[in-house]
C-alpha cells in the first residue's frame, strides 16, 4: 500500500475494524515513514495508532499521549521499527513541534501523529495521511487514506 497518489476506503464498524486496518497499515510500514491520523475527537485516531503499532510488533501499550505529547514504543524484535506516538493537538505550532526532534526518531521508527494535518508534514519527505470520520448516526467509522509527497 505504498502507491502515491492513490486513495483508499474502509468502513470500520466497530473498534476492532479499525484496529484491523492499523495492523495492516502497520505491517506496511517501515522505519522513517511517517503516519498522519486526522479525524474529530472519537473518530477512532488512537484505536488505528494501537492497530498500527500491533502490526509493527512494538512493545507497550498504547495510549493516547494526549497529556505527555509523545510516546514512545520500542520495537518487539531486533531490525524492527519502534514507534513513536505524537498528539500534536496541544502543540502551539511548528516551534514545539521541532522541540520534539522527531526526525531523530525517524532512523529507527514510525512517527504516528494524531491531530497531525498541517503541523507534521515536513517531518519526511512523504507521509501516510489517513482520514477518520464517524456517521452521527450509526457510530460507524470511515477511513481513507493515501501515501502524499512533499
Known amino acids: 500500500m505504498t502507491d502515491t497518489g492513490r486513495t483508499w476506503t474502509r468502513e470500520l464498524p466497530d473498534v476492532a475494524d479499525t484496529e484491523a486496518l492499523g495492523v495492516e497499515l502497520g505491517e506496511d510500514l517501515s522505519a522513517g515513514d511517517v503516519v498522519i491520523l486526522d479525524g474529530p475527537l472519537g473518530a477512532g485516531k488512537t ?7 500491533a502490526g509493527l510488533g512494538v512493545v507497550g501499550r498504547v495510549s493516547s499521549p494526549t497529556f505527555i505529547i509523545a510516546r514512545e ?49 515536513r517531518l519526511a519527505e512523504r507521509h501516510l495521511l489517513v482520514r477518520l470520520h464517524r456517521d452521527p448516526d450509526t457510530d460507524v467509522r470511515h477511513a481513507q487514506w493515501s501515501w502524499i509527497d512533499g
Do not use: N, S
Not at 47 to 53: F, K, V
Not at 90 to 102: C, Q, V
Open 73 to 121: 514504543h520500542k520495537p518487539g524484535r531486533p531490525g524492527q521499527p519502534g514507534m513513536v506516538h505524537v498528539d500534536a493537538y496541544r502543540l502551539g505550532g511548528l516551534d514545539e513541534l521541532d522541540a520534539l526532534d522527531l526526525d531523530t526518531d525517524l532512523t529507527d521508527a514510525v512517527v504516528v501523529v494524531e491531530w497531525g494535518e498541517g503541523v507534521a508534514e
Open 47 to 53: 484505536a488505528l495508532a494501537r492497530g498500527i503499532a
